[in-house]
């Protein structure tokens, strides 16, 4: 069926119903809803290439995807993506995605701006004083982007999690516990949900007049070996630490491996805490052990950027410019009170 046939069928002109399927203000919501029934009945497809024309909108999002030789992927990003995806699909947007170098993402953002393939950009992984954020505020094409970037001026779109304080709360209700030896698996440390991380961690030590020592930290791809390596370097430590933070529970996978191979108990010889993505895959209250976590979804994540991108785009909003998520911290059996001599 195309749109004529479907107009005809509706008893409605081709532009009423094309503004109807693009989300244009002025039809009225009857009339939109009995549209998209009819949609629904009649496994109706816009075709792209004709909407494109009538209305300037690709119905696409752009992101770029760095890949090179030896560059490792993140099951983190594909949670996220499943979000962003679910509601891609909910307004019949496509995405584009462009492979770059790692060290050509600047320049790869751009020619997929200008390309005229993309209605909205979005951006992930930022970094300290990340480089990317300049050439976006220069475009005139809506974006947001999936974090923060510490160190610059926070006068772009982003959604974030309250990182710095996810780890200070963490950190606080280990000191309550009554430890003092501390240690922090973290993500690599030019990323900025790392450098926040560990920033609550120190302020938090600090109010007790303790510091996080820098053979106590490990920053490093977020995966289980690289979980279970550094819980095996802490574990051979003059003063073994008591009390662990881990910036994922893919991380905290390994590092359980490792505390059980050393024949100690979780929860009780040391305490440990991670930060649950609401990765469907890896829950912490089925570990042998529940994990005590500070939790947020990058599913939910993934959603809401696509709303606001989708929405900016059929000037459904207004949306706010800047949202900061608590996390909320959830204790479970793997903390407990600091081990006695």
């Known amino acids: 069926m195309n749109l004529k046939q479907l107009s005809q069928l509706l008893g409605l002109s081709q532009t009423t119903v094309s503004r109807a399927l693009n989300g244009y203000p002025e039809v009225n919501e009857a009339t939109r809803e009995r549209v998209l029934q009819a949609v629904k009945e009649t496994g109706y497809r816009p075709n792209k290439a004709a909407q494109r024309l009538a209305t300037g909108k690709a119905g696409s999002i752009g992101l770029v995807m760095p890949t090179a030789p030896g560059h490792q992927s993140d099951v983190h990003f594909g949670e996220f993506l499943a979000g962003l995806g679910e509601e891609a699909v909910r307004h019949d947007f496509h995405f584009v995605i462009m492979p770059a170098d790692p060290d050509d993402e600047v320049a790869a953002l751009r020619r997929l701006a200008i390309s005229g393939n993309v209605d909205a950009l979005f951006v992930a992984y930022m970094r300290g004083h990340d480089p990317r954020l300049a050439m976006l505020k220069s475009l005139s094409m809506p974006y947001v982007v999936h974090g923060r970037s510490f160190g610059s001026e926070p006068d772009y779109p982003y959604l974030d999690i309250d990182n710095e304080g996810a780890?200070?709360?963490?950190?606080?209700?280990?000191?309550?516990?009554?430890?003092?030896?501390?240690?922090?698996?973290?993500?690599?440390?030019?990323?900025?949900?790392?450098?926040?991380?560990?920033?609550?961690?120190?302020?938090?030590?600090?109010?007790?007049?303790?510091?996080?020592?820098?053979?106590?930290?490990?920053?490093?791809?977020?995966?289980?070996?690289?979980g279970l390596l550094a819980m095996e370097r802490f574990l051979q430590l003059p003063e073994r630490p008591t009390a662990i933070l881990c910036s994922s529970t893919v991380l905290a996978l390994g590092a359980i491996r490792a505390v059980n191979q050393a024949g100690l108990r979780l929860g009780e010889d040391i305490s440990l805490i991670a930060h649950d993505d609401?990765?469907?895959?890896?829950?912490?209250?089925?570990?042998?052990?529940?994990?005590?976590?500070t939790r947020s979804s990058l599913r939910a994540a993934g959603v809401r950027i696509a709303q606001r991108l989708i929405g900016t785009v059929k000037q459904a909003g207004p949306f706010p410019d800047q949202e900061l998520w608590k996390t909320e911290l959830i204790v479970r059996a793997s903390t407990g009170p600091v081990p006695q001599a």
Do not use: W
Request: proline share 5%; aromatic share 6%; hydrophobic share 45%.
């Open 278 to 293: 609401v990765l469907p895959l890896l829950k912490p209250e089925s570990f042998s052990v529940p994990l005590t976590t």
């Open 167 to 226: 780890f200070y709360d963490a950190t606080r209700l280990l000191l309550q516990l009554g430890h003092t030896r501390f240690a922090l698996m973290n993500g690599p440390m030019h990323l900025d949900f790392a450098i926040r991380r560990k920033n609550g961690v120190v302020s938090a030590l600090a109010e007790r007049g303790l510091t996080l020592e820098e053979g106590c930290m490990s920053h490093a791809l977020m995966t289980d070996e690289q």
